[in-house]
């Protein structure tokens, strides 16, 4: 099983930028497709960025230009790189990892808190 820790959250003054960063633990990192999700308070939880095992990224429309994820298969990790952050980007930050089944892997952890001052 894959355990996932991220981290990189804190407060920004809107128009600032964060990197966010996920490490995974285990040897078959490389072989899951990874995202990242937020949750802010009183909303559901959104797919923000992903990214393929071969590269291939996706955004949610609310982030793109603004948002570049990647991976690092020799680190085991995946980063959100956010920049010119709004207020409504504040919220709590997950990754997560889906096998080649189609199935999410982590069972949320605590993610990491991103605020937004305006």
């Known amino acids: 099983q894959v355990q996932l820790v991220e981290s990189g959250g804190g407060l920004v003054q809107a128009g600032g930028s964060l990197r966010l960063s996920c490490a995974a633990s285990g040897r078959t990192f490389s072989s899951y497709f990874m995202a990242w999700f937020r949750q802010a308070p009183g909303k559901q939880r959104e797919l923000v960025a992903a990214?393929?095992?071969?590269?291939?990224?996706n955004y949610a429309d609310s982030v793109k230009g603004r948002f570049t994820i990647s991976r690092d298969n020799a680190k085991n990790t995946v980063y959100l790189q956010m920049s010119s952050l709004k207020p409504e980007d504040a919220a709590v930050y997950y990754c997560?990892?889906?096998?080649?089944?189609?199935?999410?892997?982590?069972?949320w952890g605590q993610g990491t808190q991103v605020t937004v001052s305006s």
């Open positions: 990214i393929t095992q071969g590269g291939t990224t």
């Open positions: 997560n990892a889906r096998n080649s089944a189609g199935y999410w892997i982590s069972s």
